[in-house]
């Protein structure tokens, strides 16, 4: 079998020139794989809306500025009635709840 010489340089060029792009993919490979790997997390959005909520619930004042004002000029005129079943129903009631979410 006879090869011609441009026939065989064609066949050299091409696969010098396959070789080539090989060796940049190579090289490009090696470099990304060199760089710094950056951490990432992501926050579900449930996560997010939890965090709102908690810090709505921080914004809110402990006590209660109006029902206190309000008692306070209740007890002044003796009108400030206590209801004792209600007072112990809040109790029990806080305290199965605490229960609940230990």
């Known amino acids: ?3 011609e010489n441009s026939k065989l340089a064609s066949i050299l060029t091409e696969h010098l020139r396959k070789a080539d792009l090989n060796s940049k993919k190579i090289e490009s490979e090696i470099q990304r794989s060199q760089q710094p790997v950056q951490d990432s ?3 579900s959005a449930r996560k997010e809306f939890v965090s709102r909520l908690v810090e709505k619930v921080k914004e809110v004042a402990d ?8 008692v306070k000029l209740a007890m002044e ?3 400030y009635r206590i209801d004792a079943q209600a007072v112990a129903r809040n109790i029990l009631r806080e305290n199965l709840l605490d229960e609940i979410v230990e």
């Open 1 to 3: 079998m006879k090869v």
């Open 41 to 43: 997390v992501q926050i």
């Open 63 to 70: 006590i209660r500025e109006e029902k206190v004002r309000d």
């Open 77 to 79: 005129k003796g009108e």
